[in-house]
């Protein structure tokens, strides 16, 4: 796995775990496009890695806020690095419409073949900041399937059975082991 953030290397082993899958983590310089898309997005970090014959993936993933259009979706990185989670939540100040769908989008190489395994899940924009576990936007999003907790005040495996990252990852995972 080509990223440079532990937490989503973490969150993605093991979910690969279960399917009996070690999955490396992978530095590499990370080059990353703003795009509109996702899958776009993963594509092209992807194609700057050298193909040197072993498999790789690239994920990128983003939150979704319905009452600004999707907004920051492919941008949600950008987005947290400049206005921050208090920032997020100014813009929701007073916003009763907090409907969100956090996504997640793998783009995995083996053998010269691309594939792409997306995971979404959706849910609701907090208050508040709420938990230190998980990392970016997990202290502010309530999943739907969820009990009212946002993903940070999750165990990292509660937040697994739920999350988009995880869904995305498990479908990588069911199809290597369907591949073997």
Request: hydrophobic letters at 40%.
């Amino acid at each position: 796995m080509a990223t440079g953030n532990r937490h989503k290397h973490r969150e993605a082993a093991a979910v690969l775990a279960e399917h009996g899958v070690d999955l490396r983590q992978m530095e590499a310089r990370r080059v990353e496009i703003q795009a509109d898309d996702l899958a776009d997005i993963a594509a092209y970090s992807l194609g700057a890695i050298p193909d040197d014959g072993r498999p790789v993936l690239v994920e990128d993933a983003g939150i979704f806020i319905d009452r600004y259009g999707g907004f920051p979706g492919p941008y949600s990185s950008y987005a947290l690095r400049t206005i921050r989670l208090p920032g997020v939540l100014k813009l929701m100040d007073g916003v009763e419409e907090r409907r969100a769908t956090f996504q997640s989008v793998i783009a995995f190489r083996h053998g010269g073949e691309v594939m792409f395994f997306r995971g979404s899940v959706r849910g609701r924009i907090a208050d508040a900041i709420r938990g230190s576990g998980g990392f970016g936007y997990d202290p502010i999003f309530i999943p739907d399937e969820g009990d009212g907790r946002t993903f940070g005040e999750m165990t990292p495996r509660e937040k697994n059975a739920l999350s988009h990252r995880a869904r995305a990852f498990r479908g990588l995972g069911e199809w290597l082991a369907s591949a073997e």
